[in-house]
């Protein structure tokens, strides 16, 4: 009898513990960061990464193609922008040219040299010089001219077999209506700047959009196994709660649709419980996507370790139009994009001038039948030489293509 007893007393225990199947789920059921609860404390799970929001963004920003990919095009409008500045880098420019003729003289040259019938000359002729342009538009040429002559006419009157003539001096051309100027001669420069900078705020844009979508996938799946947990905290709540008045109501003190309050009560929980579990899921396949978690790695579980803080806001209208006008990225590139189209409208206005340029040069002159004589004379400036003048240039047909432009 004692043992039928003791069997009876078990039996009941068991009954009584196994009776809610809410608090055995709570119990055999943990929340998980990546796929929502576990489905028994049994089952093999993945290990859990912590995951900080700098973290994430870090991650997030080294792997996105578009960022990448906008960067790239940031850093090839720079290397662009770099290259527009070589205008202003001199050429060494260097020739060396023969010439060897020999023709019959016209009486008039025949006069002129001695009677002699044929004329026959040798030449070298040596330049070397540095050209460049400068910010004014104009171009500069320092150059300096060796050539070393041989002729009949010299042989006769000297005996020297050659003699040296040089030029040492500096040349001039500058615009004074078409392409004068620093703002037209930078007008590549500029333009290229102007190009840099619109890519710079794509890619900033790029950058603000991806880091703003990584927070707010980070802070709903900071939120969503919170949401779960209450979720299925209110479940057994309501579970209890039903345990409860069926117990109130074998013993006569409840009425039965109260019962029935209750278990549509737990209907309810039961469901925004799975739809808690699901958002969860979903926030964490989000989470998942977004650092390109591998198909290997599924699995892979993630706890958000960063919690919200909540910072007074300055809601100052007057400064916030402000700081949106300093740092929008949309905005910033509108108005690069305007000034780079008032920099081409200004350089096709400069286009329809005529072409003025005033041309000057200045130097020295040698001649002697040594080349080191030749040269003191280049030291000494005795022979100086220097002109000054200006030339004009117009298109018959009006410049239809700069006028079009």
Known sequence: MIRHLLLIGLFVIFAATYANPAQVQD??????????????????????NRLSLS????????QNQQIQSQKAQW??????EKGTHAIFEP????????????????????LNRLGEDVYTERNWDYRVGLEGLVPTGGKVNLGYELRQLSN???????EEEDEYQMYLGLSVRQPLLKNAGIETTKTAIRVAQKESQVSFQEYRREMMQTVSKAAAVYWHFYRTPKNLILRQESVRIADKILVDNRQRHRTGKMAETEVLEAMAGVSSRKALSSEAQHEHREAANRLSKLLSVPHSQETMRFEATDKPV????????????????????EYLAAHERLEQADVKLSFAKNQRWPELDLIGSYGFNSLHF??????????????????????FRLPIGGASKAVAN
């Not at 040594?370 to 030339?391: A, K, L, N």
């Open 75 to 80: 850093d090839i409008k720079q290397a662009e």
């Open 310 to 329: 909540i910072e007074k806001l300055d809601f100052d209208v007057v400064a916030i139009m402000q700081k949106a006008f300093q740092l929008q990225p």
């Open 370 to 391: 040594s080349r080191g004589d030749s040269c003191d004379q280049i030291e000494s400036g005795d022979f100086e030489t220097w002109s000054v003048g200006v030339e």
């Open 27 to 48: 119990k055999n059921m943990s929340i998980g960061a990546a796929g929502g609860p576990a489905e028994s404390s049994g089952s093999k799970a993945g290990a859990v």
């Open 55 to 62: 973290e994430l963004i870090h991650r997030v920003v080294a």
């Open 152 to 158: 009949t006419t010299t042989k006769d009157l000297t």
């Open 91 to 110: 050429d060494f420019v260097t020739s060396a040219e023969y010439e060897d003729n020999s023709k019959k003289n016209t009486p008039q040259e025949s």
